[in-house]
Protein backbone atom coordinates (compact mmCIF):
# COMPACT_ATOMS: atom_id res chain seq x y z
CA UNK A 1 0.00 0.00 0.00
CA UNK A 2 2.84 2.82 1.02
CA UNK A 3 4.79 1.47 -2.53
CA UNK A 4 1.43 2.09 -4.36
CA UNK A 5 1.30 6.03 -2.64
CA UNK A 6 5.04 6.38 -3.45
CA UNK A 7 4.33 6.05 -7.17
CA UNK A 8 1.63 7.58 -7.48
CA UNK A 9 3.31 10.52 -5.33
CA UNK A 10 6.54 10.34 -7.92
CA UNK A 11 4.20 10.33 -11.09
CA UNK A 12 2.49 13.28 -9.91
CA UNK A 13 5.91 14.83 -9.21
CA UNK A 14 6.92 13.92 -13.11
CA UNK A 15 3.69 14.95 -14.71
CA UNK A 16 4.24 18.51 -12.46
CA UNK A 17 7.86 18.56 -13.74
CA UNK A 18 6.60 17.59 -17.57
CA UNK A 19 7.23 21.37 -20.00
CA UNK A 20 4.25 23.11 -20.89
CA UNK A 21 3.54 23.69 -24.64
CA UNK A 22 3.42 26.92 -25.88
CA UNK A 23 0.34 29.21 -27.03
CA UNK A 24 -0.07 30.03 -30.81
CA UNK A 25 0.17 33.72 -29.17
CA UNK A 26 3.93 33.20 -27.84
CA UNK A 27 5.48 32.58 -31.49
CA UNK A 28 5.78 35.31 -33.33
CA UNK A 29 5.14 33.80 -36.76
CA UNK A 30 8.77 34.82 -38.25
CA UNK A 31 10.52 32.02 -38.53
CA UNK A 32 12.36 32.13 -36.01
CA UNK A 33 15.13 29.06 -35.42
CA UNK A 34 14.83 28.46 -32.36
CA UNK A 35 10.74 28.85 -32.21
CA UNK A 36 9.67 28.66 -28.87
CA UNK A 37 8.01 25.24 -30.37
CA UNK A 38 11.71 24.28 -31.06
CA UNK A 39 12.28 24.73 -27.46
CA UNK A 40 8.87 23.30 -26.37
CA UNK A 41 10.07 20.05 -28.11
CA UNK A 42 13.85 20.25 -26.82
CA UNK A 43 12.50 20.05 -23.44
CA UNK A 44 9.81 17.84 -24.06
CA UNK A 45 12.24 15.35 -25.02
CA UNK A 46 14.91 15.92 -22.42
CA UNK A 47 12.06 15.29 -19.93
CA UNK A 48 10.91 11.72 -21.51
CA UNK A 49 14.42 10.54 -21.06
CA UNK A 50 14.53 11.72 -17.33
CA UNK A 51 11.42 10.27 -16.57
CA UNK A 52 12.28 6.52 -18.04
CA UNK A 53 15.31 6.94 -16.15
CA UNK A 54 14.22 8.31 -13.38
CA UNK A 55 17.07 10.97 -12.92
CA UNK A 56 15.78 14.29 -12.21
CA UNK A 57 18.86 15.89 -12.97
CA UNK A 58 18.52 15.55 -16.21
CA UNK A 59 15.96 17.94 -16.37
CA UNK A 60 18.89 20.54 -15.87
CA UNK A 61 20.85 19.71 -18.48
CA UNK A 62 20.63 23.02 -20.26
CA UNK A 63 23.16 23.89 -22.40
CA UNK A 64 25.97 26.62 -20.21
CA UNK A 65 26.27 30.07 -21.25
CA UNK A 66 29.12 32.48 -21.26
CA UNK A 67 27.95 34.75 -19.58
CA UNK A 68 24.57 35.55 -17.93
CA UNK A 69 24.27 39.09 -19.81
CA UNK A 70 25.33 37.43 -23.18
CA UNK A 71 22.21 37.62 -26.01
CA UNK A 72 20.75 34.17 -26.44
CA UNK A 73 18.27 32.76 -29.00
CA UNK A 74 17.08 30.76 -26.10
CA UNK A 75 16.57 32.74 -23.17
CA UNK A 76 15.16 35.97 -22.57
CA UNK A 77 16.79 38.90 -21.04
CA UNK A 78 15.47 41.73 -19.15
CA UNK A 79 17.38 45.40 -20.78
CA UNK A 80 16.34 48.68 -19.39
CA UNK A 81 14.70 51.34 -21.36
CA UNK A 82 16.78 54.31 -21.58
CA UNK A 83 14.99 56.65 -23.81
CA UNK A 84 11.55 56.72 -25.42
CA UNK A 85 10.80 58.96 -28.84
CA UNK A 86 7.41 59.49 -30.48
CA UNK A 87 8.24 59.26 -34.23
CA UNK A 88 4.32 59.68 -35.68
CA UNK A 89 1.04 59.18 -33.78
CA UNK A 90 1.64 55.34 -33.48
CA UNK A 91 4.87 54.75 -33.97
CA UNK A 92 8.61 54.81 -31.11
CA UNK A 93 12.07 55.09 -31.56
CA UNK A 94 12.80 53.37 -28.21
CA UNK A 95 16.68 53.48 -27.19
CA UNK A 96 17.89 50.02 -24.47
CA UNK A 97 20.81 50.19 -22.34
CA UNK A 98 23.58 47.60 -22.63
CA UNK A 99 26.18 47.82 -20.33
CA UNK A 100 29.17 49.75 -20.34
CA UNK A 101 30.39 49.79 -24.22
CA UNK A 102 29.33 46.22 -25.13
CA UNK A 103 27.28 45.64 -28.07
CA UNK A 104 24.23 43.78 -28.68
CA UNK A 105 26.27 41.57 -31.15
CA UNK A 106 23.93 41.65 -34.31
CA UNK A 107 24.32 41.25 -37.96
CA UNK A 108 22.71 43.96 -39.74
CA UNK A 109 19.17 43.36 -40.39
CA UNK A 110 18.63 40.65 -38.16
CA UNK A 111 15.71 41.18 -35.35
CA UNK A 112 15.37 40.21 -31.62
CA UNK A 113 12.00 38.50 -29.90
CA UNK A 114 10.45 40.64 -27.72
CA UNK A 115 8.01 38.84 -24.72
CA UNK A 116 5.04 40.48 -22.92
CA UNK A 117 3.43 37.95 -20.20
CA UNK A 118 -0.18 39.63 -19.35
CA UNK A 119 -2.10 38.46 -15.74
CA UNK A 120 -0.70 36.45 -12.69
CA UNK A 121 -3.39 34.28 -13.12
CA UNK A 122 -3.36 32.03 -16.51
CA UNK A 123 -0.85 34.06 -17.70
CA UNK A 124 -1.02 35.36 -21.61
CA UNK A 125 2.48 35.30 -23.16
CA UNK A 126 2.98 36.63 -26.45
CA UNK A 127 6.15 37.60 -28.46
CA UNK A 128 6.95 39.43 -31.13
CA UNK A 129 9.56 40.39 -33.51
CA UNK A 130 11.32 43.26 -34.33
CA UNK A 131 14.60 44.49 -35.75
CA UNK A 132 16.76 47.19 -34.07
CA UNK A 133 17.90 50.30 -36.42
CA UNK A 134 20.70 51.37 -34.50
CA UNK A 135 24.08 50.59 -36.30
CA UNK A 136 25.10 47.08 -35.70
CA UNK A 137 28.39 48.38 -33.74
CA UNK A 138 26.79 50.50 -31.67
CA UNK A 139 28.41 50.48 -27.95
CA UNK A 140 26.27 50.75 -24.97
CA UNK A 141 22.55 50.63 -26.65
CA UNK A 142 20.02 49.65 -29.18
CA UNK A 143 17.20 51.03 -30.83
CA UNK A 144 13.93 49.54 -32.19
CA UNK A 145 11.30 50.83 -34.23
CA UNK A 146 8.19 49.76 -32.98
CA UNK A 147 4.62 50.79 -34.97
CA UNK A 148 1.79 50.26 -32.10
CA UNK A 149 -2.14 49.29 -33.11
CA UNK A 150 -5.00 50.41 -31.50
CA UNK A 151 -6.12 46.82 -31.20
CA UNK A 152 -2.83 45.05 -30.10
CA UNK A 153 -2.03 43.37 -26.75
CA UNK A 154 1.58 43.74 -27.17
CA UNK A 155 1.02 47.50 -28.48
CA UNK A 156 -0.60 48.76 -25.38
CA UNK A 157 1.90 47.27 -23.49
CA UNK A 158 4.20 48.93 -25.36
CA UNK A 159 2.45 52.14 -25.21
CA UNK A 160 2.77 51.65 -21.39
CA UNK A 161 6.74 51.76 -21.72
CA UNK A 162 8.58 54.75 -19.64
CA UNK A 163 12.38 55.27 -19.11
CA UNK A 164 13.63 53.06 -16.16
CA UNK A 165 11.50 50.14 -17.19
CA UNK A 166 12.56 47.03 -18.42
CA UNK A 167 11.73 44.79 -21.55
CA UNK A 168 12.79 40.81 -22.10
CA UNK A 169 14.45 39.80 -24.84
CA UNK A 170 16.01 36.82 -27.19
CA UNK A 171 17.74 36.45 -30.34
CA UNK A 172 19.77 37.09 -32.85
CA UNK A 173 17.71 35.48 -35.76
CA UNK A 174 17.10 36.55 -39.33
CA UNK A 175 17.98 34.40 -42.53
CA UNK A 176 19.74 37.21 -44.44
CA UNK A 177 23.21 37.92 -43.66
CA UNK A 178 24.58 40.90 -45.44
CA UNK A 179 28.53 40.74 -46.52
CA UNK A 180 30.16 43.64 -47.74
CA UNK A 181 30.43 44.05 -51.46
CA UNK A 182 28.90 40.95 -52.02
CA UNK A 183 26.30 42.22 -54.29
CA UNK A 184 26.80 44.76 -56.99
CA UNK A 185 23.60 46.39 -56.12
CA UNK A 186 20.81 46.52 -53.40
CA UNK A 187 17.36 47.24 -54.32
CA UNK A 188 15.50 47.90 -50.83
CA UNK A 189 11.70 48.26 -51.26
CA UNK A 190 10.13 48.61 -47.65
CA UNK A 191 7.26 49.62 -46.21
CA UNK A 192 6.08 51.80 -43.07
CA UNK A 193 8.44 49.89 -40.24
CA UNK A 194 9.78 47.37 -42.47
CA UNK A 195 12.05 50.41 -42.95
CA UNK A 196 14.34 48.58 -40.24
CA UNK A 197 16.29 45.77 -41.21
CA UNK A 198 17.33 48.38 -44.03
CA UNK A 199 18.20 50.78 -41.67
CA UNK A 200 21.25 48.77 -40.32
CA UNK A 201 22.37 47.18 -43.73
CA UNK A 202 22.48 50.48 -45.63
CA UNK A 203 24.05 52.07 -42.52
CA UNK A 204 26.89 49.39 -42.47
CA UNK A 205 27.78 50.16 -45.67
CA UNK A 206 27.98 53.27 -45.28
CA UNK A 207 30.09 53.53 -42.85
CA UNK A 208 32.19 50.87 -44.22
CA UNK A 209 34.78 52.89 -46.57
CA UNK A 210 35.56 49.78 -48.51
CA UNK A 211 31.89 48.80 -48.78
CA UNK A 212 31.09 49.75 -52.56
CA UNK A 213 27.89 48.77 -52.88
CA UNK A 214 25.24 50.57 -54.50
CA UNK A 215 21.99 51.27 -52.89
CA UNK A 216 18.50 52.10 -53.57
CA UNK A 217 16.16 51.98 -51.37
CA UNK A 218 12.49 52.79 -52.02
CA UNK A 219 10.34 53.39 -48.93
CA UNK A 220 6.56 53.64 -48.98
CA UNK A 221 4.76 55.14 -46.21
CA UNK A 222 1.42 56.74 -46.42
CA UNK A 223 2.30 60.77 -46.49
CA UNK A 224 4.97 63.01 -45.81
CA UNK A 225 4.54 63.48 -42.28
CA UNK A 226 4.19 59.53 -41.59
CA UNK A 227 7.75 58.74 -43.13
CA UNK A 228 10.01 57.80 -40.60
CA UNK A 229 13.94 58.57 -39.60
CA UNK A 230 13.89 61.67 -42.46
CA UNK A 231 17.15 63.25 -41.12
CA UNK A 232 19.00 59.76 -41.08
CA UNK A 233 17.30 59.07 -44.57
CA UNK A 234 18.72 62.54 -45.76
CA UNK A 235 22.06 62.26 -44.65
CA UNK A 236 21.91 58.32 -46.05
CA UNK A 237 20.95 60.18 -49.64
CA UNK A 238 24.46 62.52 -49.49
CA UNK A 239 26.60 59.53 -49.74
CA UNK A 240 27.99 58.81 -53.39
CA UNK A 241 26.19 55.22 -53.63
CA UNK A 242 22.71 55.48 -52.22
CA UNK A 243 19.83 57.10 -53.98
CA UNK A 244 16.64 57.42 -52.24
CA UNK A 245 12.76 57.17 -53.57
CA UNK A 246 9.53 57.38 -51.80
CA UNK A 247 6.22 56.56 -52.63
CA UNK A 248 3.05 57.92 -50.73
CA UNK A 249 0.00 56.30 -51.08
CA UNK A 250 -2.48 58.98 -49.70
CA UNK A 251 -0.80 62.16 -51.37
CA UNK A 252 -0.77 63.32 -55.02
CA UNK A 253 0.69 67.18 -54.54
CA UNK A 254 4.23 67.44 -55.52
CA UNK A 255 3.72 71.32 -54.33
CA UNK A 256 2.89 70.15 -50.40
CA UNK A 257 6.59 68.33 -50.37
CA UNK A 258 10.11 70.26 -48.94
CA UNK A 259 11.50 70.78 -52.47
CA UNK A 260 14.37 68.22 -51.53
CA UNK A 261 11.63 65.76 -52.12
CA UNK A 262 9.89 66.15 -54.74
CA UNK A 263 12.01 64.56 -57.06
CA UNK A 264 12.46 61.53 -55.97
CA UNK A 265 8.76 61.04 -54.07
CA UNK A 266 6.05 58.90 -57.00
CA UNK A 267 2.39 58.97 -55.61
CA UNK A 268 -0.06 56.18 -55.04
CA UNK A 269 1.59 52.37 -54.58
CA UNK A 270 4.19 51.03 -55.54
CA UNK A 271 3.79 49.19 -58.47
CA UNK A 272 5.21 46.80 -61.29
CA UNK A 273 5.76 49.63 -63.50
CA UNK A 274 7.43 51.03 -60.63
CA UNK A 275 9.58 48.64 -60.03
CA UNK A 276 10.40 47.71 -63.69
CA UNK A 277 11.40 51.24 -63.79
CA UNK A 278 13.81 51.04 -60.56
CA UNK A 279 15.60 48.21 -61.43
CA UNK A 280 15.97 48.97 -64.79
CA UNK A 281 17.30 52.58 -63.24
CA UNK A 282 19.61 50.36 -60.85
CA UNK A 283 23.58 50.71 -62.28
CA UNK A 284 23.82 47.29 -61.76
CA UNK A 285 21.95 44.39 -61.82
CA UNK A 286 20.33 44.58 -58.01
CA UNK A 287 19.86 41.55 -55.50
CA UNK A 288 16.65 42.91 -53.76
CA UNK A 289 15.41 43.20 -50.12
CA UNK A 290 11.70 43.55 -49.67
CA UNK A 291 10.39 43.88 -46.10
CA UNK A 292 6.86 45.42 -45.04
CA UNK A 293 3.10 43.55 -44.46
CA UNK A 294 2.56 40.30 -45.68
CA UNK A 295 0.61 41.30 -48.37
CA UNK A 296 3.00 44.29 -49.56
CA UNK A 297 5.98 41.29 -49.38
CA UNK A 298 3.98 39.03 -51.76
CA UNK A 299 2.99 41.38 -54.50
CA UNK A 300 6.73 42.89 -54.66
CA UNK A 301 7.91 38.93 -54.72
CA UNK A 302 5.40 38.98 -57.74
CA UNK A 303 6.87 42.15 -59.57
CA UNK A 304 10.54 41.06 -59.12
CA UNK A 305 9.68 37.52 -61.04
CA UNK A 306 8.06 39.58 -63.60
CA UNK A 307 10.60 42.06 -64.17
CA UNK A 308 13.15 39.23 -64.46
CA UNK A 309 14.98 38.16 -61.30
CA UNK A 310 14.66 35.13 -60.01
CA UNK A 311 13.92 33.70 -56.58
CA UNK A 312 17.69 33.55 -55.74
CA UNK A 313 17.94 37.47 -56.18
CA UNK A 314 15.71 39.02 -53.85
CA UNK A 315 15.38 38.16 -50.14
CA UNK A 316 11.82 38.58 -48.23
CA UNK A 317 12.29 39.80 -44.99
Partial sequence: MMDQQEEDDDEDMWLQLRPVEPLPSQCCGSGCSPCVFDLYHRDLARWETARACKDRNLLTGKEPQSSPSKLSPETFLAFRISAISKLTKDTYQVRFALPGNSQLGLRPGQHLILRYVRGRVDDLEIQRAYTPTSPANAKGYFEVLIKCYQTGLMSRYIESWKAGDTAFWRGPFGGFVYKPNQYGELLMLAAGTGLAPMVSILQSITDNADDETFVTLVSCFKTFESIYLK????????????????????????????????????????????????????????????????????????????????????FLF
Fill in 231 to 314: TFLQEQARFWNVRTFFVLSQENSPEQLPWSYREKTRFGRLTQDLVEELVGSCRRKPYALVCGSAEFTKDMARCLLHVGLAEDSY
